[in-house]
């Protein structure tokens, strides 16, 4: 996981427990100043609870899918999905004390065959989980990190896959609730799942073809659920696997072949259009003193 803190903010590990299927932490947070962070997780699951009173104004946007400048409310539980950026800020500086779960995707992909897509309804709802058996299992990992007993790893392990459990049924049924803005959630996943793919951008017929529609029927159905036009999402989607292909050694060129750009030039302007910088920029921005590794 990579995380970037302001050099003010603290967070101290009052207990930790490790298992196969999970690390369990007790911690506090301490600020100097109202807290902001950038934080992607490449491998993992983050499932927090907050044991006192969360901030208020604690916002979370989620870069990759949104707009810079929208942010949307932090319950008192929330996941943070793996593989995406996300930008979490506070107006407060209050001490905080929370209950942190870290599931490795390995035996979370053990147990379904997939983790649900990021569709929009996934994301807002990862900020503030009202489940009560979520909020129950994760206090119970709480109460345990607090006066561990026999066979704590144990309990934490049997616990941590409940947990794993839970969070990826909500996520499944979500899926499969219908929707009200004129895409089922099987033409949602279809055209998430090509999106997925790392390779040249789809076209907008090709995408109509996966949902059985007409480009005009998916054009206007697909504004209403996303807010934006398909071309819009397609470039934000492309221009993120631009940007994880960036953070490698693969030269700018071959990023540019592998997603099906005529040209580095062409690939360039894209870039530029979506993000504001070029390629290049990017590339040395990841490289910057204030960048900070945490395992």
């Given amino acids: 996981m990579t995380t970037i803190r302001r050099a ?18 007790l911690v506090r947070y301490r600020f100097g100043e109202p807290p902001e962070s950038r934080m992607h997780l490449e491998d993992s699951i983050r499932v927090e609870l907050c044991l006192g009173t969360r901030h208020r104004s604690a916002r979370a946007c989620f870069s990759d899918f949104w707009s810079s400048d929208r942010f949307e409310n932090i319950g008192d539980v929330f996941a943070l999905p793996p593989t995406i950026d996300v930008h979490v800020r506070s107006d407060e500086d209050q001490p905080l004390t929370s209950v942190l779960c870290h599931l490795p995707l390995a035996p979370t992909l053990a147990l379904f065959d997939r983790v649900p897509p990021f569709l ?4 807002l ?27 704590s790893r144990t309990l934490v392990e049997s616990v941590a896959t409940q947990l794993t459990i839970d969070l990826l049924r909500y996520g499944h049924a979500l899926r499969e609730r219908p929707t009200s803005a004129g895409l089922a959630p099987w033409q949602l996943r279809r055209i998430e799942e090509r999106l997925f793919e790392v390779r040249e951008a789809p076209s907008l017929s090709e995408l109509a073809a996966l949902c059985d529609l007409s480009v005009r029927q998916l054009a206007r159905a697909f504004r209403t659920v996303r807010g934006c036009s398909v071309g819009r999402y397609v470039a934000e989607r492309q221009a993120l696997h631009a940007k994880r292909l960036l953070g490698t050694d693969e030269n700018i060129a071959e990023i540019a072949s592998r997603l099906g ?8 302007a894209a870039f530029r259009r979506v993000t504001g910088i070029s390629p ?8 910057r003193p204030w960048a900070a590794s945490a395992a």
């Fill in 261 to 268: 750009f005529a040209s580095t030039s062409n690939f360039c």
């Fill in 120 to 123: 929009e309804q996934h994301l």
């Fill in 8 to 25: 003010s903010a603290a967070m101290d590990i009052d207990a930790q427990i490790d298992t196969a299927n999970a690390c369990v932490q």
């Fill in 125 to 151: 709802l990862s900020l503030d989980i009202r489940d009560s058996h979520v909020r129950y299992l994760l206090m119970r990992l709480a109460d345990e990190l607090r006066h561990p007993g026999f066979a």
């Fill in 280 to 287: 290049g920029q990017y590339r040395h921005s990841l490289h």
